[in-house]
């Protein structure tokens, strides 16, 4: 009797305790930033199909990290601007976004680390 008393007792802890979700504070991500979604598009194609994000940000995009294969290094929240902030805190490391559209054109954004948590 007492063992079956410690095991409902532990399933109840266990089952009340709080759920942790990982809370990220820091992202680094590379980017590729170009005008037009037709463009944006295509970039994504050529992912799609093995082609190396590095070498298509250095190709295309638009912005001088592209001379670093997009490379923004880590940022926090509050540094980038709202959509583009929002999809990269949400992506998994290693995950490649589908273009996102901010003031400045349209991104495609790959997550290579995260700061998390617990």
Known sequence: ??????????????ASMPVFAETCTMVRASHILVKTKEEA????????????FEALAQRYSLCPSGRLGGDLNFFSR????????????????????????????????????KVCEF
Not at 1 to 8: C, E, G, N, R, Y
Not at 82 to 89: C, L, M, V
Request: aromatic letters at 12%; proline letters at 3%.
């Open 1 to 14: 009797m007492k063992k079956l008393f410690l095991v409902i007792f532990s399933i109840i802890a266990i």
């Open 41 to 52: 598009d295509q970039l994504e194609f050529y992912l799609k199909k093995g082609a190396s």
């Open 78 to 113: 509050g540094q980038m601007v709202k959509p583009f902030e929002e999809k990269a805190f949400s992506m998994k490391r290693g995950e490649i976004s589908e273009p996102v559209k901010t003031e400045f054109g349209w991104h495609i954004i790959k997550v290579t680390n």
